[in-house]
Structures are given as structure tokens and as C-alpha cells.
């Protein structure tokens, strides 16, 4: 931690009156959690603390506290702005454009690009809501049984219930620390990573029954069509990334969701020592070394060709340079 820098927020915070915090796009588990679970840290004190996402609140999400207040565009007249767990400003969306650039930007993505007056970016931290975890108390304020929930949720949700192979033990201390604030870790693990719905099931269904295999990779698509045949009401790929890439024999697993503007959100998942956070960038987009997305302009089958035949080149040169060899054993 940066003494310094940790005082400077202190002393802006403790300022401010009147704060706003931005979120990204198709959010999930962490940037909501960060986003609510700081909110409820600041609202304390008696500010005034608004929480948007361009996007809106995910109905799976809607049980956290203070999910009720999300707004979907930033109101006028506030004083400080905060964005969290976004590697970019264009992964906010369209809800920043025109305004000053951030009071302070709290991310934790290796592919992060500066757009704030203050930075604080810790790639090797496995969540934002980890981040603020360690910092809210160090900016002089309070977790309280709310900020805890939240909180708890952006952990759980970016280590997938403490399963990647970036989660560290001070992970699982924060998360103890948490349930000690008062957060339910039970049912924040229940609702952030078991239920389903039966949309969401059948989603999945149309992803499972299109899954391919070659030269190490594993990749799936989930089109327009497929949600509408499932009734699946979100734009996003309800976590089916994470079943696929629990699936044996890849070192890369891929996704790709058709979206309603022209667009693919494609989605990369990694094993140990393959990383596609550079992957996702050289496509536009960012993330971590085993976790990576990127939106791509075009059809599904066109960016579906394309991003597999660039990872393709990408796990050969990997090859070349003996990585694989190792991954093999
Ligand atoms: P997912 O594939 O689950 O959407 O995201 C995996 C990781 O990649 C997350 O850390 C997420 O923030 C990042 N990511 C996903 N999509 C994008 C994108 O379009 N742009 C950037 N910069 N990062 C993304
Ligand atoms: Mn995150």
C-alpha cells in the first residue's frame, strides 16, 4: 500500500459531498460489489453516493443492497467521480463522454490503460472488491454489514469461489474478515456462483450442444437466436465460460456471444503459463493473463474464424518457444 497516496484519497473522500461511481458494461460480480460495497463504506458519513452501470442492475445481482438505486446514466452536480474495475473508458460504455476525467480510478486488470486524475491499479490483486477490502478501512472508513455483502461478491466472483490460479491466501483472509462484518458467505456463494435459473440452463443447453475441440482449444458460440429460443433475458453468456473451461484436454477455452449491435463479445480462459489478456488486446480489448474478453464488430462466424485462427498461431508460437512442451506434462 502507497501511505501517500492512501492519505491523499482520505483527504479528497472525506471533501467530497456529493460522489458518483461508474461501473462497466455487461457487469458482473465485482464491479457491482466494488461498486455498491464503496458506496455503502461512503454513505456512512452521510454523503450523497450514486452507483452507475450503462447497462443496469443483472437480475441475479438484485439481492445485494442498494442494487435498487443503480441509475443507468450519471446525474448532474456531483462533485467526485470514481470508477471501478474497468481496464479502460471505453469499457464504462457511453455514460462518461463529455465529462471531466475521474477523481479516481480503482482497477486491477494487467491490461489497464491511465484515464483518471488518481490511479490506483494493482494487477496482482485478484479483485477490485479485494482492492477496496484492504483500502476502505485505510482511507478512514467503515465496513459495514452491507459493504461487507457486496464486497464479498466481487471476490467470490472474480476468483470463481477462490478456483483460478491467481487466488493468493490473503484472498481467503479478506473473505473471513468479511463474513466477520457480518456478510452471509453462504448465500453470497449461493447466488453468485450456483443458482440458475432455467433460462439460464437452457442457454447453457444451446452452448454445450455446439462445442468444438482443435490444437488445444476449446470453443463454444451462444447467437442471438439461442437466446431467444432459451428466454435468456441478459446480453452476457450467464457464466457459461466457466463450465467450458472446466472442461479437460484445452490450454485456451473460447466464447463468443453474439450481441445486438453487430458486435461479439468474445471471452478467453487460460490455463497456468498461456496468457490472453495480450490475445484480448491485440482484438481490442483486455483483461487478465488467464482471463480475457474483447467486443468485436462483425459476424459470429467471420470473428469466430478469426479469433481461433489467431490463437491458434498464438498457442504454435508458444510451441516454438517450448512453453507447451511444459504445459503438456
Ligand atoms: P469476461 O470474458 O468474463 O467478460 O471477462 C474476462 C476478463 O476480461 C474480465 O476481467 C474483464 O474485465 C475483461 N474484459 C472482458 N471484456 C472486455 C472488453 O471488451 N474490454 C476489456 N478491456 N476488457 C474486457
Ligand atoms: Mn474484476
Not at 476502505?136 to 461478491?153: D, Q
Request: aromatic share 6%; hydrophobic share 40%.
Amino acid at each position: 500500500m502507497n501511505h501517500d497516496l492512501d492519505s491523499t484519497i482520505q483527504r479528497q473522500l472525506a471533501a467530497a459531498q456529493n460522489i458518483v461511481i461508474v461501473g462497466h458494461i455487461r457487469p458482473d460480480g465485482d464491479v457491482i460489489g466494488s461498486m455498491l460495497g464503496l458506496a455503502h463504506a461512503l454513505r456512512t458519513d452521510n454523503r450523497r453516493v450514486t452507483c452507475v452501470l450503462q447497462d443496469g442492475m443483472p437480475e441475479k445481482y438484485v439481492f445485494l443492497p442498494g442494487a435498487s438505486e443503480v441509475l443507468t446514466s450519471v446525474p448532474p452536480n456531483y462533485d467526485y467521480l470514481i470508477v471501478v474495475d474497468s481496464s479502460d473508458i471505453q469499457r464504462t460504455g457511453q455514460v462518461l463522454e463529455g465529462l471531466p476525467p475521474a477523481n479516481l480510478v480503482i482497477d486491477h486488470h494487467r491490461t489497464h490503460d491511465d484515464f483518471g486524475l488518481i490511479e490506483y491499479v494493482l494487477p496482482e490483486v485478484e479483485a477490485t472488491a479485494l482492492i477496496l477490502t484492504r483500502s476502505i478501512p485505510s482511507w478512514g472508513l467503515t465496513i459495514t454489514k452491507e459493504a461487507a455483502t457486496c464486497l464479498l461478491t466481487g471476490i467470490l466472483s472474480d476468483t470463481i469461489g477462490f478456483r483460478t490460479g491467481s487466488t493468493r491466501p490473503a484472498a481467503l483472509r479478506a473473505a473471513a474478515d468479511l463474513m466477520e462484518h457480518g456478510a452471509d458467505f453462504h448465500d453470497v456463494y449461493q447466488r453468485t456462483l450456483s443458482d440458475k435459473t432455467i433460462a439460464e440452463a437452457r442457454y447453457w443447453g444451446q452452448g454445450l450442444t455446439k462445442i468444438q475441440q482443435s490444437d488445444a482449444i476449446l470453443w463454444s458460440t451462444l447467437s442471438l437466436h439461442d437466446r431467444i429460443l432459451s428466454r435468456y433475458q441478459g446480453n452476457d453468456d450467464a457464466d457459461l465460460i466457466n463450465l467450458l473451461s472446466a472442461i479437460k484436454g484445452s490450454l485456451v477455452t473460447v466464447l463468443f456471444v453474439e450481441q445486438e449491435d453487430g458486435i461479439v463479445k468474445v471471452s478467453w480462459r487460460s490455463v497456468e503459463g498461456v496468457d490472453v489478456s495480450a490475445l484480448a488486446r491485440d482484438f481490442g480489448g483486455g483483461g487478465h493473463m488467464a482471463a480475457a474478453g474483447a467486443e468485436i464488430n462483425g459476424s459470429l462466424q467471420d470473428i469466430q474464424e478469426r479469433v481461433i485462427h489467431k490463437t491458434k498461431r498464438y498457442l504454435e508460437a508458444l510451441r516454438l518457444s517450448g512453453l507447451k512442451e511444459n504445459l503438456d506434462d
